[in-house]
């Protein structure tokens, strides 16, 4: 496990950016794990520009999402469906019926997260996820207490994520659910990249990182795959030294 240290949340975005960039030229049919966030946005904002630029093509790159919150139809803007397509799909040549997002109104969410899972196999596994991290640990929205085993499923948020991701809804509190990948679908992926920016960051760091592994802290998960590396700015990982980790 890799810890990367940048001066700025700008340059450790951009620097995620270029690694995504470097997987997407040796492997154009990459298939990507992708985060929402704003924590993400200046990961997207650069990889638009290095496609503009001509650098990167996504013609044959297949993604999927890692979550969406239930209840929210694709074309409201606060979805992540929405926030995907503004953000990334609809600015670079990437072919959108092979972008998935979990739907937030399947009547039947069981049966839903048992198909993600096999589009994910049938795709030939992700090579490549992007991860935020959330304050209480969260990665995708399984959040403390996530079996680390768990696959694509509806959960409960917790009411610091519902308060954190409140600023998306103008103040009020999103939907209390979400679908997401379980945190055994992400440690199926063959790497994994954890991008972490800003103060209120910190304490998740380090306790992913420094704490017990332990689903109180859900990203301590991460810690027993053997390709992962964080990406941090001077604010996440403040105490945190930069390097190798062994996977435990």
């Not at 694709?74 to 670079?92: E, G, I, N, W």
């Not at 301590?220 to 403040?238: F, I, Y």
Request: aromatic residues 6%; contains cysteine; hydrophobic residues 45%.
């Amino acid at each position: 496990m890799q810890v990367k240290h940048f001066p700025t949340t700008v340059a450790a975005a951009y620097a995620v950016a270029d690694r995504i960039a470097e997987r997407l030229k040796a492997t154009p049919k990459i298939v990507l794990g992708l985060a929402t966030g704003v924590t993400m946005e200046p990961v997207y904002e650069r990889l638009v520009a290095l496609h503009r630029a001509g650098e990167i093509s996504f013609a044959n790159v297949t993604s999927f999402n890692l979550d969406e919150y239930v209840g929210l139809p694709p074309v409201d803007p606060r979805s992540y469906r929405s926030t995907m397509d503004s953000q990334l799909f609809d600015l670079v040549d990437i072919d959108k019926s092979r972008t998935f997002v979990p739907d937030g109104l399947v009547a039947d969410p069981k049966a839903f997260g048992s198909r993600y899972e096999a589009m994910i196999r049938e795709a030939g596994g992700i090579d490549l996820q992007l991860l935020g991290i959330g304050r209480n640990g969260h990665i995708g929205f399984n959040e403390p207490g996530a079996d680390f085993a768990a696959r694509t499923r509806v959960v409960d948020l917790e009411k610091s994520t519902l308060e954190a991701n409140s600023a998306f809804f103008g103040g009020a509190l999103p939907p209390t659910q979400a679908m997401t990948m379980g945190i055994g679908t992400i440690l199926d992926s063959r790497e994994i990249i954890v991008l972490a920016t800003g103060a209120t960051k910190r304490d998740a760091v380090r306790a992913s990182l420094l704490g017990d592994i332990t689903p109180d802290c859900p990203a301590t998960a991460l810690r027993r795959h053997p390709n992962v590396s964080w990406w941090l700015d001077a604010e996440s990982g403040a105490g945190v030294a930069s390097g190798s980790l062994a996977a435990e």
